[in-house]
């Protein structure tokens, strides 16, 4: 049976280096890449390749204008087609810039496929400034749809952050605050050392060298992967968020509070609160919407607050079992006897982070002891600040 790894990643040298590597050391691989920058002429080049070079070219037409919806029609067919062979041991599924690799592995392991990896390739003298810069990415020609508002922020932030594996990229620009920056937006990951490091003849022409199917990268793209795990890893309700950690000039500071948002304090400092860390992300709870688990997400100086359902505390015990088990088992690891699983649970990762700062202007968006006792019938006519960004 044919595995399928996936790697994807905005730092484009780290992902060529990663799946060269991948064909060099794994005997019967193939690489499949979708070139999306043609969507513009309405079509999209797919390429197949393996060590020796280019096996096969073609073109898919754009669906409904969204070139992500083109390379989701024609690789499921194209991976069956190589799977129907019987000669491979391994396709690698190279994502184009800013396609996101959750997608892509929900698409192959529905159409019965064996996924064995999600990989993101990162460069990590690049991580600070790809978590910083709110560039739309249309306006940096990596927009796979007509109609995609993502950032570059985001898109790196939700690369980074799915996939288990990291292919880190041996980079000289590199430096230690850099590489801590890397290990505590994502300590959970296997972080897997690759390098540019092809041979290149008196011509300039770069030829692979067969290592070992044993190395680290390989046996990573062949370990597995769990499709419906890794999404509840990223639900906002059940997230494996970091923990606290402080070294090489770079802290990650863990907020967690019972007491709800009054949704006007906080509001007003959204601004200051999002542009206090590289990187923040969490759940969190708002007075005159008690019932509702908020998601907390923000990158490159930009938020995106969305409603992720109720709180479990909200729901009648009758519904309980129409919840998947691991939502019910964050619940309960974090239950209150009061408050049931409602709280504040941010997460803020940076260099150079006040955190003292930012926890008391954090402590200030809380209601006060006396806003707090006039309970939740009061807390429900506060003003509905958050209304507009949540489109109620």
């Given at each position: 049976m044919l595995s399928v790894?996936?790697?994807?990643?905005?730092?484009?040298?780290?992902?060529?280096?990663?799946?060269?590597?991948?064909?060099?050391?794994?005997?019967?691989?193939?690489?499949?890449?979708?070139?999306?920058?043609?969507a513009a002429a309405g079509t999209v080049v797919r390429t197949v390749r393996d060590a020796s070079g280019v096996l096969s070219a073609g073109e898919a037409p754009l669906v409904n204008?969204?070139?992500?919806?083109?390379?989701?029609?024609?690789?499921?067919?194209?991976?069956?087609?190589?799977?129907?062979?019987?000669?491979?041991?391994?396709?690698?599924?190279?994502?184009?810039?800013?396609?996101?690799?959750?997608?892509?592995?929900?698409?192959?392991?529905?159409?019965?496929?064996?996924?064995?990896?999600?990989?993101?390739?990162?460069?990590?003298?690049?991580?600070?400034?790809?978590?910083?810069?709110?560039?739309?990415?249309?306006?940096?020609?990596?927009?796979a749809a007509a109609t995609d508002q993502r950032t570059v922020a985001d898109t790196f932030a939700r690369q980074l952050e799915y996939a288990p594996v990291l292919a880190v990229l041996d980079s000289p620009e590199a430096d230690?605050?850099?590489?801590?920056?890397?290990?505590?937006?994502?300590?959970?990951?296997?972080?897997?050392?690759?390098?540019?490091?092809?041979?290149?003849d008196e011509a300039g022409t770069r030829f692979p060298v067969r290592r070992s199917a044993h190395s680290p990268l390989a046996r990573a793209a062949l370990a597995g992967f769990d499709v419906e795990s890794a999404a509840a890893a990223q639900h906002p309700a059940c997230a494996l968020l970091?923990?606290?950690?402080?070294a090489h000039g770079v802290a990650t500071l863990v907020w967690h509070r019972r007491r709800p948002f009054h949704p006007e304090r906080l509001y007003e400092a959204l601004e200051d609160i999002t542009c206090a860390a590289a990187r923040?992300?969490?759940r969190f709870w708002l007075a005159d919407k008690p019932d509702v688990l908020l998601h907390w997400d923000a990158a490159g100086g930009a938020l995106c607050v969305e409603s992720?359902?109720?709180?479990?505390?909200?729901?009648?015990?009758?519904?309980?079992?129409?919840?998947?088990?691991?939502?019910?088992?964050?619940?309960?690891?974090?239950?209150?006897?009061?408050?049931?699983?409602?709280?504040?649970?941010?997460?803020?990762?940076?260099?150079?982070l006040d955190r003292d700062g930012l926890e008391r202007l954090l402590e200030s968006c809380l209601l006060?002891?006396?806003?707090?006792?006039?309970?939740?019938?009061?807390?429900?006519?506060?003003?509905?600040?958050?209304?507009?960004?949540?489109e109620v």
């Open positions: 790894v996936i790697v994807g990643g905005l730092h484009a040298d780290a992902r060529k280096a990663a799946v060269g590597q991948l064909l060099a050391d794994v005997p019967g691989s193939v690489v499949l890449h979708h070139d999306l920058a043609t204008d969204c070139a992500c919806c083109a390379l989701r029609e024609d690789l499921v067919p194209e991976l069956r087609r190589l799977d129907a062979a019987g000669t491979l041991r391994l396709a690698v599924v190279e994502l184009w810039d800013s396609v996101e690799p959750k997608a892509m592995a929900e698409v192959v392991a529905a159409a019965g496929l064996t996924v064995t990896g999600v990989i993101t390739a990162v460069d990590p003298a690049l991580v600070l400034p790809y978590l910083g810069n709110g560039d739309d990415l249309a306006d940096r020609g990596l927009a230690e605050e850099d590489r801590e920056l890397l290990a505590q937006l994502h300590p959970t990951a296997r972080r897997v050392p690759v390098r540019d490091a092809e041979p290149v970091p923990a606290e950690a402080d923040s992300r969490g992720a359902g109720p709180w479990l505390a909200s729901l009648p015990d009758a519904a309980w079992d129409l919840v998947p088990p691991v939502r019910r088992a964050a619940a309960a690891t974090d239950w209150h006897p009061e408050h049931g699983d409602c709280c504040q649970h941010l997460v803020f990762t940076s260099p150079g006060t002891d006396a806003e707090y006792a006039a309970g939740r019938a009061a807390w429900k006519r506060l003003p509905p600040a958050f209304d507009t960004l949540l």
